[in-house]
């Protein structure tokens, strides 16, 4: 595709369910990330891949997130127990690398909502 | 740690130029980019600066001053599209990630 993709674009759960949301990266994106967006708040960081070196999870909030990204394309963000607080946008974004991790494309995110 | 700082809101009227101010605080910075976002949307690139100076990019112009820790984004001809959320983010040590401020909402009004 010509953009970063994600599904669902909503998700409804109840607490304590899993949730696991998917990213499809721009083709020939090495670098991936993973953000999560309140509303009306800013973006924060939760995990970051390049290539196939070990992932960078010093933004993921809890041992509940976790994320893989299979094949250095597709990648998956994991929330186990799911809690209310969890409720958010979760945007998915690639550039090139990470020489241009200034400039990332982003995806239309998915909306979960956690009951 | 790091800290960006917006204004989290500012009106201005269509046909007129607006300065959006992002001050930082970080170790190992490289560089400052901008980020637009409309209500619903994703965010989409809009300029980055890693010298000091201003880059002009047709309506948009982003400006950083390093020594400050420092930098705007000004928005010339306002139109009603302009309306959303301009974040700053700023990126470390030629690195990976980037760290985005708040944001902030601007409202063109008629």
């Known amino acids: 595709g010509a953009g970063v993709s994600q599904s669902p674009s909503n998700k409804v759960t109840e607490k304590g369910k899993d949730v696991e949301l998917r990213c499809d990266p721009i083709?020939?994106?090495?670098?991936l990330y993973w953000y999560r967006q309140s509303l009306g708040q800013g973006l924060e960081f939760l995990i970051y891949?390049?290539?196939?070196?070990?992932?960078?999870k010093s933004g993921l909030p809890s041992d509940r997130f976790s994320a893989e990204r299979t094949g250095g394309s597709v990648s998956t963000l994991t929330i186990q127990r799911t809690q209310q607080e969890d409720s958010a946008v979760y945007l998915c974004?690639?550039?090139?690398?990470?020489?241009?991790?200034?400039?990332?494309?982003f995806g239309p995110g998915t909306r979960l909502t956690v009951t | 740690g790091q800290s960006l700082e917006q204004p989290s809101e500012v009106t201005a009227v269509e046909g007129a130029i607006v300065q959006i101010n992002c001050t930082y605080q970080?170790?190992?910075?490289?560089?400052l980019s901008w980020y637009q976002q409309h209500d619903g949307g994703a965010p989409t690139f809009l300029s980055y600066?890693?010298?000091?100076g201003l880059e002009e990019t047709g309506r948009f112009s982003s400006f950083l001053s390093r020594s400050d820790s420092y930098g705007y984004l000004l928005l010339q001809e306002l139109q009603m599209k302009d309306s959303a959320s301009y974040f700053c983010?700023?990126?470390?040590?030629?690195?990976?990630?980037?760290?985005f401020g708040g944001g902030t909402r601007l409202m063109v009004k008629p």
């Open positions: 974004a690639s550039s090139w690398d990470q020489g241009t991790a200034y400039e990332q494309y």
């Open positions: 083709s020939g994106h090495t670098a």
């Open positions: 891949f390049q290539g196939n070196s070990a992932p960078d």
């Open positions: 970080t170790s190992g910075f490289y560089g």
């Open positions: 600066n890693a010298l000091d």
């Open positions: 983010a700023v990126r470390r040590n030629a690195g990976n990630m980037l760290t």
